[in-house]
């Protein structure tokens, strides 16, 4: 059994800065990628961060500059530092992570339960 937990969602105001942080646990063999995506209210999931081996990064458009992506792989952990927040990055953010059971299983996806971000003055 795998579980993705997320942390550090809430209210911030404008041009504020939040810190999400996600926890994998369980009988992991080896985790490939950890990403962040989000959902806000009458949209698809989208993707905002991703981190693979050999610290290599990629971040939507949107969130270029202003989100960092960080992963720390002896806690199995990810992170997302959001800076200079504005409204539009309301959403409920979910943890991805990319990951086998065991050295012969597949790589398959995970996700976490989602942490509400919500940027308002």
């Known amino acids: 059994q795998v579980q993705l937990v997320e942390s550090g969602g809430g209210l911030v105001q404008p041009g504020g800065s939040l810190r999400l942080s996600c926890a994998a646990s369980g009988s992991i063999f080896s985790i490939y990628a950890l990403g962040w995506y989000r959902q806000a209210p009458g949209k698809q999931r989208e993707l905002v961060a991703t981190?693979?081996?050999?610290?290599?990064?990629n971040y939507a458009d949107s969130v270029k500059g202003r989100f960092t992506i960080s992963r720390d792989n002896g806690k199995n952990t990810v992170y997302l530092q959001m800076n200079s927040l504005k409204p539009e990055d309301t959403a409920v953010y979910y943890c991805?992570?990319?990951?086998?059971?065991?050295?012969?299983?597949?790589?398959?996806?995970?996700w976490g339960h989602g942490t509400q971000v919500t940027v308002s003055s």
């Open positions: 981190a693979t081996p050999g610290d290599s990064t």
């Open positions: 991805n992570a990319v990951l086998k059971l065991s050295r012969t299983a597949l790589y398959e996806a995970y």
